[in-house]
Every structure is written in structure tokens, then in C-alpha cells.
């Protein structure tokens, strides 16, 4: 069986849909979908932007939230990665999204996402955003015995090799534990 070559390209398994959550000037919330960000220490998220609304809004105030996507969400959380805040100034509104504010940073919480993580600005150089994570909030529908229950919140992958969305599947083993059969 022979292999392919796609040359040097962003694919990688899986990719998070992230949707990043900042209010502007005048307090009016936005929201964009970015699928290149992961954790990269314990109070840590790293994540590639171009420039967008959401980075001039980053500037401003120097806080972000950044919400899971979920497969109850998908139109929404795609729209407002097709649609650009500097076009469409009611980009949150029209995709159906009612902000709360956070306790813990300036920015907005996405009510019908129910997972988040809330960010400030540590960098911002060269289409690259540190944050550091402040707190993680999540809505009780998602809470099973204390914890985050993914099978409730459905989060969704984006594959870069077809342009698609898919939600995460079933847990197939135990982090931590199963490898020690083989110790």
C-alpha cells in the first residue's frame, strides 16, 4: 500500500472549532470561527488569526472568550466564519447569538454555546494570539457529576482535507489508565 503526498499544508486531526467571542468599542459583541488554536500550557490557549473585526476588537480590550462549537450550533458557528464583522456590524445577532458578559474578562460569553474558556490578551504578534485562560464556564446542560460531559455538549471538529464539520465520537479509552497494561 502506497502513501500520498499532500505537501507542507495545515492537516491535522482533529481540528477544534473555536469561536472567538470580543466586543468592539461601543460594547457590541462579535464573533468569529478560527480552527487553528490549542492549549498550549495549563492557563494557556495559542491561536492563528489573520486580521479580522474580532482582532481590532482584541486591541481594544484585550480580552476574548473562546467557545467550543457544538453540532446543535453548526449554521451559526459557520456563519460567522464566512461572514466578516467589518461588513455585517450585526454578525452575532444574525446568527442567532444573545451575549452575556463575562465575570472574569471583557468580553461576551455566547449564551447558545455552552462551553467556554475566558481569555485575556497576553500577545498579539504576527497573526498570533496568546491568551491566558482566566476561567472555564460552562452552562449546567452540559454537566454530568461535576464535570463536563461531552456527550452532552456535542462539541464539532473541522476536517481541513474536505471542508468538513464533524462531531466527536464516542469515548473509545481511558487517558491515563489504558497504557498501563503495557507497563
Not at 2 to 17: D, E, I, S, T, W
Not at 107 to 121: G, K, N, Y
Not at 160 to 180: I, L, Q, T
Request: net charge negative; proline share 5%; hydrophobic share 40%.
Amino acid at each position: 500500500m502506497g502513501r500520498l503526498n499532500f505537501g507542507a499544508k495545515p492537516l491535522m486531526y482533529p481540528q477544534p472549532v473555536l469561536i472567538i467571542a470580543t466586543y468592539d468599542e461601543n460594547g457590541v459583541p462579535n464573533a468569529m470561527n478560527a480552527a487553528w488554536g490549542i492549549t498550549t500550557d495549563y492557563k494557556e490557549i495559542t491561536i492563528s488569526m489573520a486580521e479580522h473585526k474580532t482582532t481590532d476588537n482584541l486591541k481594544i480590550r484585550k480580552a476574548f472568550t473562546v467557545s467550543m462549537a457544538t453540532e446543535y450550533q453548526v449554521i451559526a458557528c459557520d456563519y460567522v466564519g464566512i461572514e466578516s464583522g467589518r461588513k455585517v456590524p450585526d454578525k452575532f445577532e444574525k446568527a442567532g447569538f444573545h451575549a452575556t458578559k463575562s465575570e472574569f474578562v471583557d468580553a461576551p460569553l455566547i449564551d447558545e454555546l455552552p462551553l467556554a474558556l475566558e481569555c485575556r490578551v497576553k500577545s498579539f504578534e504576527d497573526g498570533i494570539l496568546i491568551g491566558e485562560i482566566v476561567n472555564v464556564s460552562a452552562n449546567e446542560s452540559v454537566i454530568t457529576d461535576g464535570k463536563i460531559d461531552m456527550a452532552k455538549l456535542r462539541p464539532i471538529s473541522f476536517d481541513p482535507f474536505s471542508n468538513g464539520y464533524y462531531s466527536v465520537g464516542e469515548r473509545v479509552g481511558n487517558a491515563f489508565k489504558d497504557g498501563m497494561k503495557l507497563k
